[in-house]
């Protein structure tokens, strides 16, 4: 995501909104690429504070923090497989990708829930 991409996103997002005559009001992350966009007519753009995105957003929580604990847990697991057998364990994006959905399975539906 860049500020161009958000930028034009958010004025064809606007465009649609005066269309269908709504007011909306979008609660805006500190991140980066959303900057501010003037002359929006039918969308008011609130920013939240610095540092509080990991307190407002679940998926923050601890989802995240779990899936990366346990796609390295199993990473390493391969490492090792590799290391016994004498083989150098190579990763690509297609093994990293079977990893990630591994890792994702693992994930408890607790820590989701």
Known sequence: MTGHIYEKWLRDLDRRFLSEKRKVLLIVDNCSAHIEVSDLKA?????LPPNVTSIL????????NSFKRIYSRVLLQRVVMGLELEQPYEIDVLIAMHLSIRAWNDVQETTIL
């Open 57 to 64: 957003q679940p998926m923050d929580q601890g989802v995240i």
């Open 43 to 47: 969308i008011r753009a609130e920013f």
